[in-house]
């Protein structure tokens, strides 16, 4: 049953397979939709009810259009999943290539489906100039040119999706692009193409060390009239149930694919563990605003909710950490006192507090482990950050590239932040997705520098503003007063020694009868001192500040750079930024988990 999941991060499939299924008579229509619908359904179990899927469909004749009108066919049951059809070519050129009638019938069905309901349906982007491009949608023969097309469309589809659901006979493909082409390009294994077909650089893989266009191909076997070799055996990947057909993770068995199938095989099922994990939270947080709802498609509706769960858990996770000093205050105070009244009755109301403090402590890290505000927190900040620096990007018109925003070692991490930059770059790809590059000075860099401005004045207007909002200033005056409360427990620890060295020694009697509001001077200073430098610490003021001033040079470099700098050297220079925004925030969500009470 379909839930309202608007906002929440979907689960992408794409499709592959043969144009001729039906040449088999073993490939009956209805018994491959079967097959498709089971597959569908396994990954909606295996996702829960609180994560969409989103279908990736080149809407090609034959397996594209059976697995677009299952999908169809499975939302018209109430189930939540939504097609996202992309065309290599503007659609009349498009549908130039259905020859028979029902075929061509069967798909002006599926199109008029699409476009009357809140699937989506685009052109593609291509990288042809455009005098190619106008011979491609004109070849009746399938030349290069519009070979070319075809194959970066099943380039998008394989690259962007998490699964690639293949309707395939597991033989090599005949020519560019074909379905096996597809399968192995989606398993880190990019085939070879002819030296004058065109390929758009962007949906390659950086290198085989990054490895980033990889996932799960989840095969459905189909009989089909070949002559040519089977594939290279695959490695299946079994910690997930396929229902029907096989999934597998990488080609080959050599150490070193074994190495990359370990590494996709972790990525993937943190990436699972934690869209699950997300979306669960995410189903408290209605998006309410009913802008959002207009495209179910846009990562609007996505950095809306993401900047409302990150909000209201920081929030949680504030009011957990104050919970936390005002129940170990106390007992600090009370442990100090503990030594001095050791003999009197007075000691067991103040080590009764001393333990309560030590209970209650105790309870709310307990509490903040099973809550996990700040991992909540942290997530979907990440997730509301990556999106606003990818859609920079997109307006000011910059491509995604082979070459991923976060490096390898924190994708293993943080899976999902790089889903989520992927999905933004998917509004990219859309021929008719509405660019504004003279904006992005005002609308990003401005506006950053001026938010970093505000994050590092040395001043505040109250004083929940210097705790939450002044990390820069609230990192100084903790490390005054740090500073300030233990030189004086020194100073005063210096005093004490000195007068009772004169005491004992000398028999000199200046003021002894200080020497006990000394020693309370002494202890409570360095009391004073932990706990300030503990509350910095949890709060991640050094940190933050850094990481904030190290941005705001970057920022402030780039503007300089925007306005000198013609447009191509401009779109590199706000990915490199990006790149480094991005590191920024990963780096600082690592720092704040470290950071977190639970783990004190």
Known sequence: MRTDSTGNIPFILGVTGHRDLFTSTENSPEVLKEQVKQALISWQKRLGP???????????????????????????????????????????????????????????????????????LFELKNPLSAKEFDTAINDREFGVLRSALYLNQSLFVAKYCNVLLALWDGHESKGPGGTADAVQYKLGNTPSWPENIIVDENLLPASDFDGQ?????????????????????????????????????????????????????????????????????AKNHPCGSSEHNESLFSTEAIFAKADSIAIANQSKY???????????????????????????????????????????????????????????????????????????????????????LIPRRFRENLPLLNHVIQLTEIQWWDKNYQSSPESIKNIWLDEQI???????????????????????????????????????????????????SAFYFAGFDFFSSLNGALMYIVQYGLMLAGIVVLWSEIAGYESTSLGYNSLKTLYERATILFEETPDRSSKKMLLELAKEAVFEHVTWTRSEMASDLKEK
């Open 50 to 120: 609180d994560t969409p899927i989103w279908l990736l469909s080149g809407l090609a004749e034959g397996a594209d259009l059976l697995v677009a009108e299952t999908v169809l066919d499975l939302q018209s049951e109430g189930q939540n999943i939504l097609l996202l059809a992309c065309l290599p070519m503007p659609e009349p050129a498009f549908r130039q290539d259905f020859i028979t009638s029902d075929v061509l019938s069967g798909y002006v069905d599926i199109i008029e489906r699409i476009t009357n309901s809140k699937n989506k």
């Open 450 to 500: 001026k938010f970093l401005d505000s994050r590092l004045v040395l001043s505040a207007n109250s004083f929940s503003e210097l705790l939450y909002k002044r990390p820069r200033y609230a990192a100084h005056l903790c490390s005054k007063s740090a500073s300030f409360s233990f030189y004086t427990a020194v100073v005063f620890g210096v005093i004490l020694l000195l007068n009772l």
């Open 213 to 281: 266009v990889s996932g799960i191909v989840h095969h459905i076997i189909v009989t089909r009239k070949t002559d040519s070799p089977k594939l290279a055996e695959l490695t299946e990947f079994t910690s997930i149930e396929a229902g029907i057909g096989k999934l597998y993770s990488s080609v080959g068995q050599s150490k070193s694919k074994n190495i990359l199938n370990d590494l996709i095989v972790h990525e993937f099922q943190l990436m699972l563990d934690e869209m699950t994990f997300y979306n669960q939270i």
């Open 318 to 404: 504030r009011n957990n950490v104050k919970a936390f000093f005002t129940i170990i205050t106390p007992g600090f105070i009370a442990y100090e006192l503990a030594g001095n009244y050791i003999d009197q009755l007075s000691s067991v109301y103040i080590l009764l507090v001393v333990l309560v403090a030590m209970l209650g402590s105790w309870l709310l890290i307990k509490h903040v482990k099973k809550n996990d505000h700040k991992w909540q927190y942290q997530l979907a900040r990440g997730v509301a950050e990556t999106i606003r620096i990818r859609e920079f990007l997109n307006i000011a018109n910059v491509e995604p590239t082979a070459e991923p």
